[in-house]
């Protein structure tokens, strides 16, 4: 079988070509560069991750490329970031780099020429009746299906998750016992393209200031400025710089550039227990194709990268919009998040919605 593995620099990656190799496999090491192609400071192609891929290869002997995507990153998932802050909303580029870079460009450019595509990713797979599914990984903390909830049946069905059946202190163990380079490396955290630089001082480089009032949702009161809608998340409490707090964010009004919070340390506003999402993406099928609307379906899910995974009750209304009942309130809910929706054993991962 002729396999191209994604590689990073990472731990997980590595030991990843390692399985494979175990396996008896050979595959060809891919490093994808990334990032803004306006700001070669603002990426995440770094020469100590190629070192560590070259290094890699060549412990393995086998081959090992380079494929530059910046422009196709900048113009969709940057693109995509920008426009979603600047209207209000909560993107999740991490999710949409795999859907459109990892798993769609990087296909059309070489993956088309191999048989697999293998992957450090904490998932894993299943076979039922013949279609393949997304499933996860059995370490809550690593697992990232959630990262995966965009891509579609075609790119899972090609994918291979060579330590998603392990925990991550097993993969740590692997790499040490076969002497691997970045056995002890820390796993990179935020946003891949900005590098070190915080996500806010992007947002202001890209789309600047627009201040505007912020009141208190539940008088009207005005209490300040703010900077800029996109500068602020439903549902934070750090760093807003509001006088007489603490402050919660709570509400975005984007026509008339307000930003609404609530007074105390954990205001009932912050809470809800109703979502609504509209284009749910299902990964392999809907698996209540055959069941009628308004019919309620237990699930479990997230809405952000957590270990924890929420009860609730899953149904499509007469509009075609799912609405989901969670079991408990939720904190900082934000249009704009991906739900991503799981069966009720949370081992099969069915899809998400964007949150409205």
């Known amino acids: 079988m002729n396999i191209a593995a994604l590689v990073s620099g990472g731990v997980d990656s590595a030991v990843a070509v390692h399985n494979l190799k175990e396996m008896g496999y050979n595959p060809h090491l891919f490093y994808i560069k990334i990032g803004s192609r306006e700001d070669q400071d603002l990426n995440c192609s ?16 086998l ?20 426009e979603k802050a600047k209207s209000g909303l909560t993107p999740n580029p991490d999710v949409m780099c795999n859907k459109l870079i990892k798993f769609g460009c990087f296909e059309e450019v070489i ?31 690593k697992d990232q299906t959630d990262f995966l909830c965009q891509i579609n049946f075609k790119q899972l069905s090609k994918l291979l998750f060579p330590i998603g059946h392990l925990y991550k202190h097993q ?6 016992k076969n002497n691997l ?23 202001a480089k890209y789309l600047g ?27 934070q409490r750090k760093g807003l710089g509001f006088s007489g707090g603490p402050w919660f964010v709570v509400k975005k009004n984007i026509k008339r550039n307000l930003l609404f919070v609530s007074h105390g340390y954990n205001p009932e506003k912050v809470y809800k227990n109703r979502l609504q999402m509209t284009d749910f993406h299902f ?11 308004n019919t309620e379906h237990h699930v479990t899910f997230k809405i952000r990268h957590a270990p924890e995974f929420l009860n609730g009750s899953l149904y499509m209304n007469g509009n075609n919009e799912w609405i989901l009942f969670s079991e408990q309130k939720i904190h900082g809910v934000a249009p704009g998040q991906f739900c991503v929706v799981y069966d009720d054993k949370h081992h099969l991962c069915y899809g998400s919605g964007e949150i409205s």
Not at 63 to 82: C, E, G, P
Not at 113 to 140: Q, V
Not at 223 to 235: A, P, Q, V
């Open 46 to 61: 770094s020469e100590e991750d190629i070192e560590i891929c070259n290094w890699l290869a060549k412990k393995y002997g």
């Open 63 to 82: 081959k090992m490329d380079i494929v530059d995507l910046h422009r196709q990153y900048w113009d969709m998932v940057v693109k995509y970031t920008m």
């Open 111 to 141: 993956g088309k020429e191999y048989d697999k595509i293998a992957t450090g990713h904490y998932a894993t797979t299943e076979i039922i009746d013949g279609k393949t599914w997304l499933a996860t990984s059995p370490d809550p903390i």
């Open 171 to 176: 993969v740590r163990s692997i790499a040490l």
């Open 181 to 203: 380079l970045n056995a002890k490396r820390k796993d990179s955290q935020g946003i891949c393209f900005l590098g070190n630089i915080d996500f806010r001082e992007y947002l």
């Open 209 to 235: 200031e627009n201040p505007g009032d912020v009141r208190e949702i539940e008088t009207g009161k005005k209490i300040g400025m703010h900077r800029g809608l996109w500068f602020y998340t439903i549902g």
């Open 283 to 293: 990964i392999t099928d809907n698996p209540w194709n055959k069941i009628s609307n």
